[in-house]
């Protein structure tokens, strides 16, 4: 499904086309904000806010951090009553297709305006300076900067690690593996802090890793095929255990984990208890969730109450902002040996690499 999906997106092009409209919660507390308020008198009423939301490669549907982002948006619709408009991207689009997105998006009136991963950032960084008055967020990306730019930010070295703890203690071989979508520093984040958890249980283990695609080309994120043959080769090499944090190439991954009997770990949002991936929750022994979903909620929250800050607002583990999924309890047996790494990177015991 999601290998035909990104194909229907791939036919896409820049101009009109973006045009095309489809149809993790909580408050924030617990975040970093950096930056200048808005004035709080000058806050819009929620009912007359047009969000406009430009997608990352996959779109809505993803099962993974697209949709995350799209849960905080639904919310918002449901609960602060705003509309909203969403773009989604094309499979190797250039810069000036994603400026053009976001074009669209502020002309057409629609205040604020978020785009949803760091392919964006030069986009976000040069389109903002264009609309002075539009709040823009972009997620995963700080690079970007600007009064009028919010920088939604996340831990997920910290999440990483914990889910290294589970797959190190749940293989029976000692041979755990990481497939990353694309090699880039986001991602690195996440092997970083999978590695370093599964070492902290098992100091010796074995731990494979492979990255998909390499930038520019960030079709990693979207290329089942490639997720299976890479997770493949790692369970016929040893592995018992495999980590992806791939977008919609996970999917693959859960193929090859299902093939081999073997187990895999999911990103982003609890992929066991998502329909996309019911062939796949046997095998699916936990998730790393990093909540887009609250950070998209909690800025459209503070846009309507013109408390929006612009500069990084930061979700890590004391937060809320990443955790682990239990869905299914096939790692409820370990929950508290998790548990008790989980409170010493809360507390400052432990810091986890990003690299």
Not at 171 to 180: A, H, I, L, R
């Amino acid at each position: 499904m999601l290998h035909n999906r990104v194909s229907r997106l791939a036919a896409a092009t820049a101009g009109g086309a973006l045009l095309m409209a489809a149809a993790a919660c909580g408050g924030s507390d617990g975040t970093t904000t950096t930056g200048a308020s808005a004035d709080a008198s000058s806050a819009p009423a929620a009912a007359q806010v047009k969000v406009g939301l430009a997608y990352d490669i996959g779109g809505r549907g993803d099962g993974s951090f697209n949709d995350a982002a799209a849960a905080g948006l639904d919310k918002a619709e449901s609960e602060l009553k705003v509309q909203k408009k969403e773009l989604e991207a094309t499979q190797g689009e250039t810069d000036a297709q994603k400026e053009e997105r976001l074009r669209l998006l502020a002309s057409g009136g629609y205040n604020p305006v978020i785009a949803v991963g760091f392919a964006y950032s030069g986009s976000v960084a040069k389109v903002a300076k264009e609309f002075p008055d539009v709040k823009f967020a972009i997620v995963d990306d700080d690079a970007a900067k600007g009064d009028n730019i919010t920088n939604l930010m996340f831990a997920e070295e910290q999440g990483s690690f914990l889910v290294g703890v589970a797959a190190a203690l749940k293989s029976e071989k000692g041979d755990v593996g990481f497939v990353g979508g694309v090699d880039v520093p986001l991602i690195h984040k996440f092997e970083a802090g999978f590695k370093a958890g599964a070492k902290a249980v098992k100091p010796d283990i074995k731990i494979q890793s492979k990255y998909l695609t390499q930038p520019p080309d960030f079709g990693g994120f979207g290329d089942p095929a490639k997720g299976k043959t890479a997770a493949q080769g790692m369970y016929d090499a040893g592995a018992d255990v495999v980590y992806q944090a791939a977008g919609g190439s996970g999917a693959g991954v859960f193929e090859a984990a299902k093939a081999a009997n073997a187990m895999a770990i999911g990103v982003d949002s609890d992929q066991a208890a998502l329909p996309a991936y019911a062939d796949f929750k046997d095998v699916i022994i936990s998730s790393m969730i990093k909540k887009v979903d609250v950070a998209v909620f909690d800025f459209l929250k503070n846009y309507t109450t013109g408390t929006v800050k612009s500069g990084p607002s930061v979700y890590d583990l004391k937060a809320g902002g990443v955790d682990y999924s239990t869905t299914g309890g096939k790692i409820d047996d370990i929950k508290s040996k998790i548990d008790e790494y989980k409170q010493k990177i809360i507390s400052g015991e432990i810091t986890v690499p990003t690299s």
